[in-house]
C-alpha cells in the first residue's frame, strides 16, 4: 500500500505532544454565517500566545488551528470562540482515533478483564472493547493525550502480548453496481433490503447512475454480504438483481495497491508500506479537506473589502436616514413622497435598514471558497489532488513546464542473482555518501567504490579510458544515461539506463504550446541524452548536467525573468526545484519527498494531468472572477436603489423585506455559478488523443 507522503497536512492521529511543537485541532463552528464572522473568529483565535495559524472556511464552519500546546490549551481556544459569540463543536471524526490490538496470552474472560481495565486507566483512552474469542481488542483513543505504543505498553505491563492490526475510523462505505433495478418498485426493494441488512449504517441511491453508497460497520458485515443482500435477499420471482463493485483492475507481482482495496478472488501477499492515517486513502482525504480549508490569495482581497465593508455599509446607512429624515422634516420634498402609514423619520428608517440588509458581504465571502472546494473535489475525481487555493490560483499564470523522470535500476541486484553465491553475505557499506545529481560513494570493505554519472568519476579523479567514453558516446546518443563504477580508483564497469519517454508526453508538450505555455528541460543527465529526449517530445530548450540546487536556481532564473513556473518531478532531486517553483507538481509514483514539497499530486502519474491540473485553475479562476463581479456589481447596484435614489424619479422603492430576499439570492447566484464547476471535463484535444 502506498501513501502520498504529505507531511504537512496529515492530521497527527498517532501522535502525542510530546512528538511535535505545533498541532493541528479542528472545530466545527456554528452560527458562521458570512465573511464577517470568519474574520471574528480569526482575529479572536490570532491573539492567543501559541496560536500560528487559523482557517476558517465560510462554507461548512469548519476550523482548522495550529497551535503550540506550550502556551495554550485546545479548551482555551474554544473558551475564547464561545466568548466570541459562536457554538464550537471538536471534530470527533479527528479527534478520536481508534486502533486494534491483537493479544497474546488471554485463557479467560478474566483475562479480557484485566486486559480492559488496563486500558481504561491509560490517560486519553475514552473506550475499550476486549473480545476474547478473537483475541482482539478495539481502542478509542485521544491523540492528543496518548498514542498506539503507550496502549501497547499498558497491555505489556497488563502480562499479555500486543501486536497493533490496525488504525483509523470506524466508517466504511462500498460503491455497488446495479443490474435490473429500473422502476422505482425496484428501487424500494433494494433499499429496504440493504437498510434492514445487520451492520449497514446508511443507503443513498443514485438511479441515474445505477448505483448504490452503503456505509456500514466493518465489524459486523462486509462488501460480500451486501452484494448477497442485493441478489439473493432483495431478487424475488422472476425478478433478479446484480451487484457488482465498481471498477475491478487486474493486479500483477509488485504492483502497487492502495488502502480499502478488495481481494475480488485468489489469494495475495501484501506488503504493507505504510498503514493507518499515513495510507494513501487517508491523505487523499486529508489533501482534499485541508485544500478546503486553505485561502487562495485572492480570497485575501475579499477578506480585506469584507473587514472594511460593514463600517462602510453603517456609516452609508446613517447617512442615509439622516439624507431623507432631515430634509422630510424641514419639507424640502413634497408630503406626498412619505406613504400615508408612514412620517418622515419611519421612511428614512426603512430606506436605512434597506441599505444595512442589502449590503450583507455574504456574496463577497463565498465568491472564493465555494470555487475552490468544488475545484478542488473535481481536481481529486480526475487525479489530481490540489494542497490549497495558492497552488489553484497560481496554476493558471503558468508560463513554463517541466517534465523529468528518473530511472532507477536494480541491474546491480539482478547480476547478483544471476553470477553470484546465493549463500554469500552482502558486505556492510561504510563512510556511504549520496552526492545529489551525481551518484553515490562509499567503503565496501577494504574497497572504495563509487557509483554514478561522468561528473561524479572526475570528482572523484577517477581516469575514463577511450573504450568507455565510446560506449558513453554510443548510449547518449540513444537518449541513454550512462551509469560508471569505479573500485579503487579505476573504472570497473558501466551500464546504461533508460526511462521511455511517457507515450502522451509528445501530445501533452504540443497541447501546453498551444496553450501559450512554453516547456524546457532542465535535468541532471547528460546533455545528448536531454537533447534526444527532447528533440523527440519537441521541447527546444535544454538545460543538462544541472544538480538540484541548479534545478532550483534555474527556477529562480526563470521567475526573475516574470515568468510563472511550473515544475513536474519526481525525484528526491527535483524537490528543491519543486518547492521553488511558482507551482509544484509531484508525480504520484515518485519519491515521497518529491510529493510532500510539491503544491499539486498527479495521482495517476499521467501527464495528460498537468493540461488538467492548468485547465482547472484557469476555469477556477474565471469562475472566481465572474463570482466577484457578481457579488460586488450586486452591492454597488443594490445599495443606491435600497437608499432610495429612484424612490423620486420612479417611485421605486426597496423594502427591508425584499432587500433580506435581494441579498439571500445573490449569495445563492454565486454558489449556484461554482457549482457549474462540476460539470468540468478535461480539455477535448487530450481526452480524444
Known amino acids: 500500500m502506498e501513501a502520498n507522503g504529505i507531511g504537512e497536512l496529515k492530521i497527527p492521529l498517532l501522535q502525542t505532544p510530546e512528538d511535535g511543537a505545533v498541532r493541528t485541532v479542528y472545530f466545527q463552528l456554528s452560527d458562521i454565517k458570512c465573511a464577517s464572522c470568519v474574520n471574528s473568529v480569526e482575529s479572536v483565535v490570532k491573539n492567543l500566545d501559541g496560536v500560528k495559524s487559523i482557517a476558517v472556511s465560510p462554507l461548512d464552519g469548519r476550523a482548522a488551528i495550529k497551535f503550540d500546546p506550550k502556551f495554550v490549551t485546545v479548551k482555551q481556544i474554544k473558551e475564547s470562540i464561545e466568548e466570541s459569540g459562536f457554538r464550537v463543536n471538536e471534530l470527533h471524526e479527528q479527534d478520536i482515533a481508534v486502533c486494534r490490538v491483537r493479544i497474546k496470552g488471554m485463557a479467560c474472560t478474566s483475562c479480557s478483564e484485566s486486559v480492559e481495565n488496563a486500558l481504561q486507566i491509560v490517560e486519553g483512552v475514552k473506550k475499550a472493547i476486549v473480545g476474547l474469542a478473537l483475541e482482539e481488542a478495539k481502542v478509542h483513543f485521544d491523540p492528543n493525550l496518548t498514542n498506539v505504543d503507550k496502549i501497547i505498553e499498558a497491555i505489556d505491563d497488563a502480562g499479555f502480548g500486543a501486536d497493533l492490526i490496525s488504525s483509523g475510523n470506524d466508517a466504511n462505505k462500498v460503491h455497488l453496481k446495479l443490474e435490473g433495478v429500473d422502476s422505482a418498485e425496484d428501487v424500494n426493494a433494494v433499499m429496504s433490503s440493504l437498510e434492514l441488512a445487520v451492520g449497514v449504517n446508511h443507503v443513498e441511491m443514485d438511479l441515474s447512475e445505477h448505483k448504490v453508497t452503503v456505509s456500514y460497520d466493518p465489524d459486523i458485515t462486509g462488501p460480500r454480504s451486501l452484494i448477497y443482500c442485493v441478489q439473493e435477499e432483495a431478487s424475488c420471482g422472476s ?307 544541472i544538480d538540484p540546487v541548479g534545478k ?66 484557469r476555469k477556477t479562476m474565471s469562475r472566481i472572477r465572474l463570482n466577484y463581479i457578481w457579488a460586488l456589481g450586486y452591492n454597488i447596484l443594490g445599495m443606491p436603489i435600497a437608499a432610495g435614489v429612484l424612490y423620486p424619479f420612479a417611485g421605486i422603492r426597496l423594502p427591508p423585506w425584499l432587500a433580506g430576499a435581494c441579498m439571500a439570492a445573490s449569495s445563492l447566484s454565486v454558489v449556484s455559478s461554482s457549482l457549474l464547476l462540476q460539470f468540468y471535463k478535461k480539455p477535448l484535444h487530450i481526452e480524444s488523443s
Open 239 to 545: 425478478k433478479k438483481y446484480q451487484a457488482t463493485l465498481y471498477s475491478p483492475s487486474g493486479q500483477r507481482e509488485r504492483d502497487k495497491v492502495i488502502s480499502g482495496t478488495i481481494n475480488e478472488n485468489g489469494c495475495i501477499l501484501v506488503k504493507a508500506t505504510h498503514v493507518g492515517s499515513d495510507t494513501a486513502l487517508s491523505q487523499i482525504v486529508q489533501l482534499v479537506q485541508a485544500a478546503q480549508l486553505a485561502k487562495a490569495p485572492v480570497q485575501k482581497l475579499a477578506d480585506h473589502i469584507s473587514r472594511v465593508f460593514v463600517p462602510i455599509v453603517v456609516v452609508v446607512a446613517l447617512i442615509t436616514w439622516l439624507g431623507w429624515f432631515i430634509p422630510g422634516e424641514a419639507g424640502i420634498y413634497p408630503k406626498h413622497w412619505i406613504p400615508k402609514a408612514m412620517d418622515a423619520f419611519e421612511l428614512a428608517l426603512q430606506f436605512a435598514i434597506s441599505v444595512l440588509v442589502v449590503a450583507c458581504p455574504c456574496a463577497l465571502g463565498l465568491a472564493t471558497p465555494t470555487a475552490v472546494m468544488v475545484a478542488s473535489g473535481m481536481g481529486a475525481s480526475q487525479g489530481v489532488l490540489i494542497k490549497g487555493g495558492d497552488a489553484l490560483e497560481k496554476a493558471h499564470k503558468a508560463s513554463s513546464e517541466h517534465p523529468i523522470a528518473k530511472a532507477v535500476a536494480a541491474h546491480a541486484k539482478r547480476l547478483r542473482q544471476k553470477f553470484g553465491s546465493c549463500t554469500e553475505e552482502v558486505p556492510d557499506v561504510d563512510d556511504f555518501e549520496v552526492h545529489m545529481g551525481a551518484g553515490v560513494s562509499g567503503k565496501v570493505g577494504d574497497r572504495t567504490v563509487v557509483v554514478g554519472n561522468r561528473r561524479l568519476m572526475h570528482a572523484c579523479n577517477v581516469p575514463i579510458c577511450s573504450k568507455v567514453e565510446k560506449y558513453i558516446s554510443e548510449n547518449e546518443i540513444l537518449a541513454r544515461t550512462c551509469i560508471l563504477v569505479s573500485i579503487d580508483g579505476k573504472i570497473a564497469g558501466a551500464f546504461s539506463v533508460t526511462d521511455p519517454v511517457k507515450p502522451e508526453a509528445k501530445r501533452v508538450i504540443s497541447f501546453l504550446h498551444s496553450m501559450g505555455i512554453s516547456s524546457i528541460i532542465v535535468t541532471g543527465d547528460n546533455c545528448a541524452t536531454a537533447t534526444a529526449i527532447a528533440n523527440e517530445v519537441g521541447i527546444d530548450e535544454v538545460f543538462a548536467e
Open 552 to 617: 532550483a536556481d534555474k527556477v529562480k532564473d526563470l521567475q526573475m525573468k516574470g515568468m510563472t513556473v511550473a515544475m513536474v518531478g519526481d525525484g528526491i532531486n527535483d524537490s528543491p526545484a519543486l518547492v521553488a517553483a511558482d507551482v509544484g507538481m509531484a508525480i504520484g509514483a515518485g519519491t515521497d519527498i518529491a510529493i510532500e514539497a510539491a503544491d499539486i499530486v498527479l495521482v495517476k502519474s499521467s501527464l495528460e494531468d498537468v493540461i488538467t491540473a492548468i485547465d482547472l485553475s
